[in-house]
């Protein structure tokens, strides 16, 4: 795909790191401006969240920094893009339904699209942590950086961090005129389009953006049984801010986010070896070409895929004498519809399904870092988060065609659909802090405490208590579930998640750090059983999962910033 890209009035920010306030950034590189060169990038990150931002080559744990320059040096669309430069790192889209994604970091993951399973990766935009995968996947246009840290992150993060956290910021109002824009065509009419502007309202006191972007992947596949092209989809996001100074150590930013992604889902294409034209076989049967496939010919399923979620943060930062007082607050609302056939042959109903999901939440964290003190700092907080969800699903399977006689209204005779919900409540304290020994050595501490609840619901329709309308189209919504509850349980997680870490300083460019730290992921409930389950103690129930970690790493600069050697085991 070739892409224009169009730099307009003022200055492109061309590195920019992971930092709470401009001042920050600019503290942190006056620290060190020495490593800051035309070879080496030198890259700010606040993910420890002290006082001060650091350079990120100095911070000693294991991660990967992308500054606005690198992403755009390596052309990321996404942060699918991004992870296949990220060492022990996998990304990848869901193969059902865009905007799922796949996030394994050490080998930690979460492989399954089901809401009800927590990811192992935690995705942070802005600083509020994104609650349902199917929220992870941000497109990079708008991002001022992103930093992958490898896991267990739960001290300073939390729940579900145990493979890692990926942390995002969008980029803030700047106090000059700044256009941006960028324009891309491909083959299969993909077309990308996006424009951002920033500047001064009130010169010194306030600044505001506007940044937006459409993208249409384009039809790429043939489908032979609706006789059209399918497989493109239409995203379009739009993100506001608002930043306001009203003293020299007092900010507040406000920033908003809407995004809607559209069109049909990932297509699939039957790879089967069973002899074209015979009965029951998966390929086409007139033999033609890979990118072809066929969605059923008998009863169509709905084949689309409806995912809308908007969200709006505020960020405080409080600037003392001795230290700073960070509070950020967020709350989201996404609404992911999708439907889809997977077996890519003409026969009805041998893998389809069809989803809805509803989810809302809330989060605030209020931290205090310190700066008053050359020995001895730390960073102490509280993290609130709540989140409610409602998922309906239908799923289809040819093993399962004729198979439930009995039930009235199942007239197509096959199905698994369910209706589930799940009330989700969680608080945490956490402090970690920095004892500087002596001017090479460096000892840190740090423990968060959480106490989160999820009471969830399920009907297994057609199996259980519920019967569906009938037809694989039926909004799950509509399911009539009078019979009462299958399952209707709650669990109570409490973890602890430690950290103990070392650093030596070898050289001014080299340090060596050893730790040793721990990560939580609650409990909770499958939405997604058997009617085989519901007689077993506590269906669909799983306990949580700790990680522990003994890392040890070293990262070095040479030759005058001319060699970058960082390793971890």
């Not at 043939?222 to 009203?246: C, H, L, W």
């Not at 070896?273 to 007139?286: A, E, I, K, R």
């Not at 010919?297 to 600037?319: C, K, L, Q, Y």
């Not at 050893?514 to 085989?532: C, E, L, P, Q, V």
Request: aromatic content about 12%.
């Amino acid at each position: 795909m070739k892409m224009l890209k169009l730099a307009g009035i003022g200055m492109l920010c061309a590195s920019a790191g992971l930092t709470s306030a401009p001042a920050l950034a600019q503290a942190a590189e006056e620290q060190d401006g020495a490593r800051s060169n035309a070879i080496m990038e030198t890259i700010t990150t606040t993910s420890r969240k002290r006082a001060v931002a650091e350079i990120a080559q100095d911070v000693p744990l294991s991660s990967t920094p992308f500054s606005a320059a690198k992403i755009d040096a390596i052309a990321a669309v996404d942060m699918i893009d991004m992870g296949r430069l990220v060492p022990g790192a996998r990304f990848e889209n869901h193969g059902n339904s865009p905007g799922y994604a796949l996030f394994f970091v050490r080998g930690a993951g979460m492989g399954a699209s089901v809401p009800s399973f927590d990811p192992a990766v935690g995705i942070f935009v802005d600083g509020v942590f994104m609650g349902q995968q199917s929220q992870s996947v941000i497109d990079t246009f708008d991002l001022e950086a992103v930093e992958i840290l490898r896991g267990p992150q739960g001290t300073l993060f939390g729940r579900n961090v145990t493979g890692g956290a990926v942390v995002a910021r969008t980029r803030r109002p700047t106090d000059e005129l700044n256009i941006r824009g960028k324009v891309g065509y491909g083959s299969g009419d993909r077309l990308d389009l996006a424009f951002s502007i920033s500047g001064p309202v009130v010169e010194g006191k306030m600044n505001a953006k506007l940044a937006a972007q459409y993208r249409d992947t384009g039809d790429y596949v043939y489908d032979n049984a609706t006789d059209r092209k399918v497989g493109g989809a239409e995203t379009i996001i739009v993100r506001p801010a608002i930043a306001f100074t009203p003293s020299d150590n007092f900010e507040i930013t406000i920033m908003g986010e809407y995004f809607h992604l559209g069109g049909d889902p990932q297509p699939t294409v039957s790879l089967s070896s069973v002899g074209l034209g015979t009965t029951g076989g998966l390929n086409h049967p007139d033999g033609r070409g890979f990118f072809e496939t066929w969605h059923d010919n008998a009863t169509p399923v709905p084949h689309f895929v409806d995912n809308t979620r908007w969200r709006i943060s505020g960020e405080m930062i409080w600037d003392l004498d001795h230290g700073v007082i960070t509070a950020i607050t967020g709350y989201a609302d996404l609404n992911h519809a999708f439907g889809g056939d997977f077996d890519g042959s003409p026969l009805a109903y041998i893998f389809s399904t069809q989803t809805y999901l509803d989810q809302n939440q809330f989060s605030q964290e209020v931290r205090y870092a310190s700066s008053f003190s050359e020995v001895f700092d730390f960073t102490v907080g509280f993290y609130y988060f709540t989140q409610d969800v409602y998922y309906g699903g239908q799923r289809y399977q040819g093993g399962l065609i004729g198979a439930l006689p009995g039930h009235p209204g199942n007239e197509i005779g096959a199905g698994i659909p369910l209706v589930a919900g799940t009330d989700h409540d969680q608080w945490s304290i956490f402090l970690q802090g920095n004892v500087n020994i002596s001017d090479r050595f460096v000892l840190t501490l740090g423990g968060r405490y959480t106490e989160e609840k999820k009471a969830t619901y399920v009907h297994i329709v057609n199996f259980g208590n519920c019967v569906s309308a009938g037809t694989f189209n039926t909004n799950p919504r509509d399911f009539s579930c009078s019979g009462g509850l299958d399952i209707d349980d709650s669990h109570t997680g409490k973890s602890f998640t430690p950290k103990v870490g070392v650093e030596f300083n070898l050289t001014d460019d080299a340090i060596l750090y050893a730790s040793w730290t721990r990560g939580n992921r609650t409990g909770g409930f499958n939405y997604r059983i058997s009617d085989g389950e519901l007689s077993l103690y506590r269906p669909a129930f799983f306990d949580d999962e700790q990680v522990g970690a003994y890392e040890i790493g070293l990262k070095s600069d040479w030759f005058d910033n001319r060699l970058r050697v960082n390793m971890a085991a």
